[in-house]
């Protein structure tokens, strides 16, 4: 069924709240790490679980009515939704990291769980981690979710759709949908372009020919970059202007 | 004013999270433990039994309650009428689950516990081993005191013992949390009487330095109607005790009992429960103002009581020395005095007559002044006997201390384990030489709770109804019938909904041990994330326009560090660069 014979790795962060019994059989592909609440997993450790080597994330919280701490259940389900966007763009498959909610009373049986999940991740092959391609988009977008800007985001992504923003507006879902595809798709973007200058100085054109997207939009995004003080003009050559990354902080 | 910016700041999230500003002083505790006159973490052991940690749950409770199998069983519990979960369903089954913990450990062999190490040379005596008295000797011993606890009965107890009837309180449940008070090393000298086999004086001369007097409500109050010297009326208290003695009684056929306290209550039951044909309970209020438990007055009903209300006993009409009837008048109720209760009003000419062949008056119990010192006595014979300082139950005496029953007239078992506290802080600090009025806990508790608006939270209703009588089983059975009473319990401990800061209850596991939320401020750029995502409100930003962390409402969740825009917050315990170090160990392996 796989053409790897040993099963997958998998690291499985799991809410204190959620099965608590003490006798839980756990499969020995699957570590446990215990946080208070699944809320609390930073989308960076998440990101560098996968760069480390897990195959397969696992987040494991209890059922929404059941959080102890209101809803840090529900924030991790919006940070799991930013996460799978992400990884799509990374070329990671987003099927390798799952939110699981359940009730601690009424599952009790942890390795059922571990099992299934073991079982997709399996499916879908091997860790193209082995890829250097992926490991830099990883990279990046590591950068990406420790930055301001997508973390700004998630944090007051609960606000401005269920509550009001400054201006007594509302978002419909749909719309912070879309916002935050572009946003996060711009973001990996740019921290995608910051690794790739730091190694050497590039031009635009062969930025756009790596991202595979058109060169104005990489000039935009260059532009923009500058603005922030992520990245400056290194030397030109010819008529070619090529940019070199600074270091952000 | 406070209040209403913060509430401004926050408008456009539904006000939910707001939490409440701490002043300096005031110690935040849920409701429930606010309400407890003990002070018991019954968040903490909640929190513990939801993770199916019963032990650990019953270390909880000890830390407050040395009583949690008694309290389990009779305690009016005042967590639960101010359980904040009312607002919702219904309030936690918080005796209920005290009581299964206790009786599982007791059952599965209590671990014996080691004396305590004595830190100071002072002897302390305690004269009563009631709740209140043992309370205070196991405070002490806590602290490091050598104490003596001085009885009058045969066995330890008090009014646990001798008062309530088995079938409320089984003796062997007494039995096992007094020797754990023992185990410890608290002496306890029964068959010594106060007043008569010492004093003052002579616990002076022997070397205490200070002396605690809980001797309790001995004395139950008179009927004063003519009649009472008749044979076959016998004080409730005076009934139970020789009951709980083993004497043989004379039960009559049919009984009147006279009070509505939880005394009447047990007394009416335990008539019964010796063979009397007829109970009856004359009270001269409605069922509304009746002080014993509802659950407790069901009971009775259920055992074949039959209740009377609104009248009182006139006389007592006798036949060659023996009971034959009650005459009682009957009352209405006029305006409420001074307890909030409606004051009965005779009505004229309403005479009429119970037969009956025993009268047990449960009206109240009173303090027996004779063995006390008479200069402790107070000159107002209206007032109570005995005048203690409410807060630090010091007399007029230096060095005595008196508190329980016998300061504040009859109580409850959790009240006096509350004096019984209070009077061991008191007796600590007197002898110490500090100051014994200086930051006293009990000056300075507020209630809290973090949910505004209860429209959020999930109806959950109250599933768990404790047994009341044991079913015979065999071993198989009585397993099985355990681990359903346990998943039972897990489930109405879910919920709970926590209304406190953290609950300090997990401190033996790695995670929870109290994290706080940390803030770099130099790296904060205001942005309010945080504040929005607390799920306790709290953290705010301060007129710096920094977030501030409110260590005691934190609970440590770490939703703040997990979105925080610049990582500005970091986790005390479990920072996010100790979450990594265990993945990279995990992934090594």
Known sequence: MSPDAHPPRIVCFMCNWAFCEEEMRIPYNVDIIRVMCVGRM??????????????????VGCKPSDCHFVDGNLHAQRAVKML??????????????????????????????????????????????????????????????????????????????????????KIPEEEFEALLDGIVKAEFIRYKIHYLTRVKPRSVKELAQILGIRPS????????????????????????????????? | MDDLI??????????????????????????????????????AYVALIQRGMFKEAVEVIRRDLPFPAICGRVCFSPCEDACARVNLDQAVAVRALKRLVADIEREQGRVVAQPLPKKYNEKVAIIGAGPAGLTAAYELAKLGYPVTVFERMAEPGGMMRYCIPDFRLEKFVVANEIAYIEDLGVEIKTGVEFGKDI???????????????????QLGMKLNVPGEDLEGVINAVDFLRAVALGKKIAVGERVAVIGGGNTAIDAARTAKKLGAKEVMILYRRSREEMPALPHEVELAEKDGV?????????????????????????????????????RPIPIAFSEHQYEVDMVIPALGQVVETSVLPP?????????????????????????????GDVATGPASIIEAVGAGKRAAVSIHRYLRGEDLRKDRDEERIEETTWVKDWRLLEKKERRYEPPVEKPHLSFEEAKAYLEKLKSQARFEAFRCLGCGPCAECLAGMELCEGDKAVVDEGKCVGCNVCAI????????????????????????????????PERAISMQKLSNEQILAMVLTALER
């Open chain 1, 42 to 59: 930073d989308p960076v450790l998440v990101l560098e679980t996968f760069i480390n080597g897990a195959e397969g994330v696992m987040l």
């Open chain 1, 84 to 169: 799978k966007k992400l990884l799509a763009l990374t070329g990671l498959e987003p099927e390798r990291l799952k939110l699981l909610l359940i009730s601690p009373l009424e599952d009790r049986d942890f390795s059922h769980y571990a099992k299934e999940f073991t079982e997709e991740v399996w499916k879908l092959g091997n860790s193209p981690l082995s890829k250097e391609e992926i490991v830099a988009n990883l990279a990046a977008a590591k950068e990406a979710v420790s930055a301001f800007r997508l973390r700004v985001l998630l944090g007051r992504e609960e606000e401005l759709t269920e509550f009001m923003n400054a201006y007594g507006e």
């Open chain 1, 217 to 249: 939009a990489v000039l935009r995004h260059i532009t923009n970059m500058r603005r922030k003080g992520m990245i400056t003009l290194d030397k030109v050559e010819g008529y070619t202007p090529l940019y070199k990354a600074l270091e952000v902080r």
């Open chain 2, 199 to 217: 004093t003052v004086e002579s616990l002076r001369k022997d070397g205490y330095k200070a002396i605690f007097i809980a001797i309790g409500t």
């Open chain 2, 6 to 43: 913060y509430w401004v700041e926050h408008s456009n999230m539904l006000l939910r999270r707001v939490g409440s500003r701490l002043t300096e002083k005031a110690r935040k505790l849920p409701p429930c433990r606010a309400a407890c006159p003990a002070h018991v973490n019954v968040q």
């Open chain 2, 306 to 342: 039959k209740f009377y209300f609104l009248v009182a006993p006139k006389q007592i009409i006798g036949e060659n020395g023996r009971v034959k009837a009650v005459e009682c008048l009957r009352m209405r109720l006029g305006e409420p005095d001074e307890t909030g209760r409606r």
């Open chain 2, 375 to 403: 200069e402790l006595l107070s000159k107002d014979k209206r007032g109570p006997p005995l005048q203690v300082d409410p807060l630090t139950l010091e007399t007029d005496i230096s060095g005595v201390f008196a508190g």
């Open chain 2, 533 to 564: 995502i607390c799920p306790v409100g709290a953290i705010k930003k301060n007129e710096r326009g920094v977030a501030q962390v409110n260590e005691e409402l934190c609970k440590g969740c770490g939703l703040c560090a997990a979105r925080c």
